[in-house]
């Protein structure tokens, strides 16, 4: 056979399946902003969610607070948070579907609205350090207010995070406040913690 035809014949061939490949995998192109995700939020959301249902594995915390304008008094509204975190094991967990920012983030993620005095609850597990042990547990957070584009501010940490050396410490910026947050048992056994945020100017 004429090399030139069988070449031919064999992309004829190859093209098709590979799309079909690709389709099937949902291999759209990623967001450019590799940590947004307000954009993704469901269409009514309220100021509590669960991130981390019963049946997966882990520690059970409870995170709330409330949401502070730039002057750190007065209560701001229906601002979009959106948080993610890796489990138990250090990794983001994915089923095999995932659209937009799921692909990079998992399905441990969630979003919140502030209500009328800036309060927001997630109920989720204590994520884990990435494998090797080298960068603290945390949870990534962004906030979107009504008329600014989303943006990142300190990811939670942990106070009693051993890998939270003073020299991690030192690097955390503040923005939007402190992200260290110190777990308490509540009366119900389950792990509690505060955080509020201060939005950035």
Sequence with gaps: MNPILTVALGVAILLPFDLATTAQRGDHPLPDCEWCGAAEAPANISWQTIIAGANEPGERLVVRGKVFKPDGRTPAPDVIIYAY??????????????????????????????????????????????????????????????????????????????????????????????????????????????RNITLVR
């Design 85 to 194: 975190h890796t489990n138990a094991k250090g990794i983001y967990p994915k089923k095999g579907n995932e659209s937009g920012n799921a692909r990079r983030h998992g399905y441990l993620r969630g979003w919140m609205k502030t209500d009328s005095t800036g309060r927001y609850e997630f109920r989720t597990i204590v994520p884990a350090a990435y494998p090797g042990g080298t960068n603290p547990q945390h949870i990534h957070v962004t906030v979107k207010e009504p008329d600014r584009d989303e943006y990142w501010i300190d990811d939670y940490h942990f106070a009693d995070d051993p890998i939270l050396t003073p020299g991690q410490r030192s690097r955390l910026q503040n923005r939007g406040g402190s992200g260290i947050i110190r777990p308490a048992r509540g009366k119900d056994g389950i792990l509690e913690a505060e």
